[in-house]
């Protein structure tokens, strides 16, 4: 877990190293990908969530390197990238379509009409699902994978829906800074601008969709994370071609550097006002510096028209490096506001899982091997005993994963919590009788 969140931020490094994006950008872009609390968490707990996610920022990588002219028609390397995604979780591969769609309609209209390569696109993808597919369906007698019957079969579309807007809704709110942060790149007008916006909306509208995740920790929407940290890019590259018919850019002089001092330090006073009165105060400051952002990019657009001195010029494009910089750190941090408590201490269901492990120890010294053991936290007692497990939420067992769903199993704003309410204990403890 620790090695992808590695390959991720060594990927969005290359990415804006590759491209002569602005160095600004790549250090910012890279300080919010490791301030984001969900992606070393999910990274050091072991999931497949930060391996999906650094599948997709390659493929974003690539279309970036594509649209900026650094690279040809990158579809080959989306098509392999949506097979591994698909092989490390079976809906991995969703925020990567956008990218491998506009790289198929490229192949179609290029003047030497690549239609062999759109082909073979599409039959690395197939092949690689059909393959899946049937050895799912050799192994296991399943067309589908058995956590899509468990958290999907017996969901009426209406209970999937409200459940998965409330879930959607807390990370919006959570993180409403960065998904502003996100559309500011319409701006730009660049099509990589509106295939990551749409790759982020492709995330959020899907989990809404199926129901959202059990855990407020966002494991299933990280790619949103790494879209803010392209966006980052995209946004300051657009700040360097508004700059470019302003000649000679000269460093900060005196003033500016005051004024870039005071936009970078409000927020450490306003944190720390909060800290002492109560209160959440930095949300609001940045939204006056999103609104401050907006304004001074449509300025420094029409530069010429609104005949706006050089020197004046040259402060406002300092000033509006500053605020991308404060945005995104800000934006992270007041997105990490909830998980405080787990800096200064273990993070959520550590302390349980370890105290898994020593009753795993334990039963598997007072008991030996070979016995049957019902648990209800399969992910983690398992692995360290050696018999036949009764997963009673029924995440490896077909028999509880088509039973009806009980709706009063509810937490997080969500009712009949998906992978948790399925269960029927009369089976797994009475009739099975485990040891």
């Known amino acids: 877990g620790g090695l992808t969140c590695i390959v991720l931020f060594a990927v969005y490094c290359r990415a804006g190293i590759r491209n002569k994006a602005s160095e600004l950008g790549v250090g910012t872009g890279i300080l919010v990908l490791l301030l984001s609390y969900p992606i070393s968490y999910w990274g050091l707990s072991g999931m497949e969530a930060t391996a999906v996610c650094a599948a997709f920022a390659a493929s974003a990588a690539a279309q970036y390197s594509y649209e900026k002219g650094n690279t040809g028609n990158p579809i080959i ?11 490390l979780r079976p809906d991995g591969w969703l ?27 599409l039959g690395i993808i197939a092949a690689v699902v059909l393959l899946v597919t049937v050895a799912r369906l050799l192994y296991y007698g399943e067309w589908v994978p058995n956590t899509y019957v468990l958290k999907v079969e017996g969901y009426s579309l209406l209970l999937r829906l409200r459940n998965g807007t409330s879930f959607v809704g807390q990370f919006c709110n959570q993180n409403s800074m960065l998904l502003a942060l996100i559309g500011v790149t319409a701006l730009s007008k660049r099509r990589i601008a509106f295939l990551n916006i749409s790759a982020a909306c492709i995330t959020l509208a899907y989990q809404a969709y199926v129901g959202g995740d059990p855990w407020l920790y966002w ?29 000679n850019l000269k460093p900060p002089d005196h003033i500016t550097l005051a004024l870039v001092a005071a936009i970078a330090s409000a927020p450490l006073v306003v944190t720390e006002f909060q800290a002492y009165q109560g209160g959440a105060y930095l949300p609001y400051l940045l939204e006056f510096y999103l609104v401050i952002l907006l304004g001074a990019i449509v300025v420094l657009r029409y530069a010429d028209k609104l005949r706006i001195p050089d020197h004046e010029a040259q402060v406002l494009i300092h000033l509006t490096r500053t605020l991308v910089v404060v945005l995104a750190i800000g934006s992270a941090m007041v997105g990490n506001t909830k998980f405080l408590p787990e800096f200064r201490g273990k993070p959520a269901s ?23 053991h019902h648990v209800v936290w399969a992910g983690t007692y398992p692995y360290y005993v050696e018999g036949k497990m009764i997963d009673a939420l029924g995440k490896s067992d077909k028999a509880i994963a088509r039973l009806p769903v009980d709706e009063a199993v509810s937490w997080g704003e969500m009712k009949g919590v998906p992978g948790h309410s399925k269960y029927d204990f009369r089976d797994t403890i009475l009739r099975r009788s485990p040891d």
């Open 77 to 87: 390397i989306h098509s392999c990238l949506i097979a591994i995604a698909y092989c």
């Open 95 to 121: 925020a990567i379509t956008p990218f491998f769609a506009a790289s198929l309609f490229d192949t179609a209209r290029e003047k030497e009409k690549r239609y062999r390569r759109g082909v073979c696109g």
């Open 219 to 247: 494991r299933q929407l990280l790619p949103v994370y790494v879209v803010s940290a392209f966006s980052i890019l995209i946004i300051l590259d657009h700040v360097d071609e508004l700059s470019d018919p302003i000649r």
């Open 350 to 372: 550590f302390q349980a899982q370890a105290e898994l492990i020593d009753k795993a120890v334990l039963s598997k010294k007072l008991f030996g091997a070979g016995k049957t």
